[in-house]
T-cell receptor, first 112, second 118 residues
Framework: DQQVKQNSPSLSVQEGRISILNCDYTNSMFDYFLWYKKYPAEGPTFLISISSIKDKNEDGRFTVFLNKSAKHLSLHIVPSQPGDSAVYFCAAHGGSQGNLIFGKGTKLSVKP | DTEVTQTPKHLVMGMTNKKSLKCEQHMGHRAMYWYKQKAKKPPELMFVYSYEKLSINESVPSRFSPECPNSSLLNLHLHALQPEDSALYLC?????????????????FGPGTRLTVL
């Protein structure tokens, strides 16, 4: 049973437009969420995180929104660039031992 | 030095071989992790070392044996693997195990070792 769900396996966006990647979770004990970006043949690279005490965190072109009541978070990339094309993983952390639970990922393609 | 390094990048081994994967970080991180990632799947946690002690073993078969010789090094010893163990093995580290303790406390991942078991 998936505790972290990314229901869109892929997303295609035009350069300059907004990319919105969604993530849902089922475990209300999760209290810290992270987004990672992964290129083929590389390890995941950390992008941005959000604690459950916040509903928004922004870093440059990347903004993460958290709706605790809906157990939903989203990553907004504005403006999208071709170099953003990668697989994006949502991950949740719910304990003191650092174990992250990853969603299946969404492959983002940004077209010039 | 702000990266996690992993060696080798690629490894091909037979089912009777014994091999080891190595992971190293010099960021002073006190938590280190092994993940396994199959094609088109998310990374799955295998082991967590917290302050050089094994704190989580996610029911991993004993043919995988982790070792943390010191705070900068993490090894994964492999013996009698099966072809279905072929995957990308990722190492990660974080300043502390509890990611909520600090701001900007995330897991940094290495590039992975692509393992093929024949």
């Amino acid at each position: 049973d998936q505790q972290v769900k990314q229901n869109s396996p892929s997303l295609s966006v035009q350069e300059g437009r907004i990319s919105i990647l969604n993530c849902d979770y089922t475990n209300s004990m999760f209290d810290y969420f992270l987004w990672y970006k992964k290129y083929p043949a590389e390890g995941p690279t950390f992008l941005i995180s959000i604690s459950s005490i916040k509903d928004k965190n922004e870093d440059g072109r990347f903004t993460v929104f958290l709706n605790k009541s809906a157990k939903h978070l989203s990553l907004h990339i504005v403006p999208s660039q071709p170099g953003d094309s990668a697989v994006y993983f949502c991950a949740a952390h719910g304990g003191s031992q650092g174990n992250l639970i990853f969603g299946k990922g969404t492959k983002l393609s940004v077209k010039p | 030095d702000t990266e996690v390094t992993q060696t080798p990048k690629h490894l091909v081994m037979g089912m009777t071989n014994k091999k080891s994967l190595k992971c190293e970080q010099h960021m002073g991180h006190r938590a280190m992790y092994w993940y396994k990632q199959k094609a088109k799947k998310p990374p799955e946690l295998m082991f967590v070392y917290s302050y050089e002690k094994l704190s989580i073993n996610e029911s991993v078969p004993s043919r995988f044996s982790p070792e943390c010789p010191n705070s900068s090094l993490l090894n994964l010893h492999l013996h009698a693997l099966q072809p279905e163990d072929s995957a990308l093995y990722l190492c990660a580290s974080s300043p502390t195990p509890d990611l909520r303790e600090l701001d900007y406390n995330e897991q940094f991942f290495g590039p992975g070792t692509r393992l093929t078991v024949l």
